[in-house]
């Protein structure tokens, strides 16, 4: 399974953005897809995960409210639309799939160690 991501850019604070992530098939074994971001002099950290089928969300505090992840199933795409961009946002924006489901808790797991696809990475921008 490859991943690609686009959408990318560069944006005023209190623009929006909408990513989107291509898989290049359909693989039944892929029960969890999510965005993650790594901003610079930081680790790569979780900004929202669905499960296939999207029934579970998870958003990351800091983007709660401005952020919607969603997915499109029949065009093997995920989607991650940002409002209210803040130059804090300002990232390298990762897509990645898990074979791993939804836990007992109910959400897909947070940390990039429980993905196996990445894609390579789409650079965000915000200005202030």
């Known amino acids: 399974v490859q991943l690609v991501e686009s959408g990318g850019g560069s944006v005023q604070a209190g623009g929006s953005l909408r990513l989107s992530c291509s898989l290049s098939?359909?693989?039944?074994?892929?029960?969890?897809m999510g965005w993650f971001r790594q901003r610079p002099g930081k680790e790569r950290e979780g900004v929202a995960t669905?499960?296939?089928?999207?029934?579970?969300?998870n958003y990351a505090d800091s983007v709660k409210g401005r952020f919607t992840i969603s997915q499109d199933t029949a065009k093997n795409m995920m989607y991650l639309q940002m409002n209210s961009l803040k130059p804090e946002d300002t990232a390298l924006y990762y897509c990645?799939?898990?074979?791993?489901?939804?836990?007992?808790?109910?959400?897909?797991?947070?940390?990039?160690?429980?993905?196996?696809?990445w894609g390579q990475g789409t650079q965000v921008t915000v200005s202030s």
């Open positions: 669905i499960s296939n089928g999207g029934g579970s969300k």
């Open positions: 098939e359909y693989d039944v074994t892929i029960s969890c």
């Open positions: 990645a799939a898990s074979p791993v489901g939804v836990e007992s808790g109910g959400f897909c797991r947070w940390g990039p160690a429980s993905y196996e696809y």
